[in-house]
């Protein structure tokens, strides 16, 4: 089977998305280590498998699905959850620095609404992109949005935050 990216558009799509990919791993395990782990057992698979790509438009999609995968085993290998601490939260908040607060609240959101805010707001992907990348509905991805805007805006009015 010919593969509809070749090795080279591979590298370049990489290292135009290697921030995203981490940030976007990050915003999955709250670990630096761990999502450094996945982004680069992400680029290994997306090698491996660069064949299965069906469209090159979905390129991006396409890889940001395998960063999700990883960080999912990552997920499913831990026994317990491990809390935010407070170093984690300073270094997330320096991907942008008009950012820095809000980013501090995705990162304090369960796994399930941080991905979808993350995916939706910082990285610009569609609803249905987000779906797709995640496995789950575009219904699924709506409802997850709602609830994670409304936590935002719930968490910043608690901390004195006021928007219209």
Same mark, same amino acid.
Request: glycine share 4%; proline share 2%.
């Given at each position: 089977?010919? !593969? ?5 558009? &591979? ?10 990919? $981490? ?8 670990? *630096? ?8 057992? !992400? ?11 069906? @469209? ?13 995968? #990883?960080?999912? @085993?990552? &997920?499913?290998?831990? =026994?317990?959850?491990? *809390? ?5 939260? #300073?270094? !997330? ?5 008009? $950012? ?9 959101? *369960? &796994? ?16 249905? #992109?987000?779906? =797709?990348?995640? /496995?789950?509905?575009? /219904? ?9 805007? #409304? @936590? &935002? !805006? $719930? %968490? %910043?009015?608690?901390? /004195? $935050?006021?928007?219209?």
């Amino acid at each position: 089977m010919e !593969a509809i990216i070749t090795e080279d558009e &591979l590298t370049n799509l990489i290292q135009e998305n290697r921030k995203e990919m $981490y940030y976007f791993a990050m915003s999955m395990l709250n670990n *630096p280590t761990e999502a450094q782990d996945t982004v680069g057992e !992400a680029v290994l698979k997306a090698f491996e498998r660069r064949y299965q790509l069906c @469209k090159r438009e979905s390129a991006k999609a396409w890889i940001m699905q395998i960063v999700a995968n #990883e960080a999912k @085993k990552i &997920l499913r290998h831990r =026994k317990r959850t491990v *809390p935010l601490e407070e170093e984690m939260l #300073e270094k !997330a908040g320096e991907r942008k620095d008009s $950012y820095d607060d809000i980013w501090n609240y995705i990162l304090a959101l *369960p &796994l399930l609404f941080r991905s979808v805010i993350v995916l939706y707001y910082f990285e610009q992907f569609s609803v249905e #992109e987000i779906g =797709k990348i995640l /496995g789950i509905s575009t /219904g699924t991805v709506k409802s997850r949005l709602s609830r994670s805007r #409304e @936590k &935002l !805006a $719930y %968490m %910043m009015q608690e901390e /004195g $935050y006021f928007y219209e």
